[in-house]
């Protein structure tokens, strides 16, 4: 029963840090990282996110434009491109990991302690994965926050709002965390176990050596 519920657990934590990893890919390629919605032209919301601005138009079309130059950006935006690569790379390294330390994979099962590390090392690695794209996220809304509240901009300059990919980055940190916990914790709970067993042993065995000490016949006719 012990055996199935680690495997089930596992299960979901590699299916949780799976979809985290994709909508960190998501969030990283959207260009809805920030929404403008001009008063004076409300048949058109301008949009922006790590590589492009984007300007859509009620009519259902929408014309974008990559930006020129890197080094032109923002420094909100330019970390946030090199954060999220990161966590993109690391969420499909701990795929890596982790899949070759499930208890269901049949490679490797005589090497249990390797799988174990592979197992939390993948964890680990998607709890980094999920705070490297939380991080960008959340600096790129403070900054929203800034300019939104930014007394010293007049009040009919149009203000950059949230866009929906960052709540999908959100979401997909807390997933690839949220996955990472339960690789580690089904780990350690196999720890827990496996010492638990060992200990148990130990008892039955001490107690079978003193039942046989109290038999032995020199003991009986004594």
């Known amino acids: ?6 495997t089930m657990m596992q299960l979901s934590g590699i299916l949780v840090s799976f979809l985290g990893w994709v909508l960190s890919c998501l969030t990283t390629y959207l260009p809805q990282w920030k929404n403008l919605n001009l008063e004076l032209n409300e048949l058109e919301i301008w949009t922006m996110g790590l590589w492009q601005a984007c300007v859509v138009q009620e009519e259902g079309g929408i ?28 969420g499909l390294l701990g795929l890596l990991l982790s899949g070759f330390g499930l208890d269901c994979l049949k490679v490797g099962e005589r090497q249990q302690e390797l799988k174990k590390r ?26 929203t926050v800034q300019e939104f509240w930014d007394e010293t901009i007049p009040e009919i300059v149009p203000r950059w709002d949230f866009g929906e990919a960052l709540f999908i980055g959100w979401f997909a940190g807390f997933c690839l965390i949220l996955g990472g916990l339960l690789l580690n914790c089904t780990v350690c709970s196999a720890e827990i176990h496996s010492s638990s067993v060992h200990y148990a042993a130990a008892e039955v065995q001490d107690h079978c050596q003193h039942l046989e000490t109290e038999n032995r016949p020199e003991n009986l006719r004594a």
């Open 1 to 6: 029963m012990t055996l199935v519920y680690r």
């Open 118 to 143: 592979l197992l939390l090392l993948g964890g680990i690695v998607f709890c980094i994965s999920g705070i490297t794209a939380i991080v960008p996220v959340s600096w790129v809304a403070h900054t």
């Open 63 to 90: 014309q974008c434009k990559d930006f020129d130059s890197f080094l032109a950006l923002p420094p909100e935006l330019r970390i946030s491109r090199i954060l999220m690569f990161f966590s993109n790379g690391l």
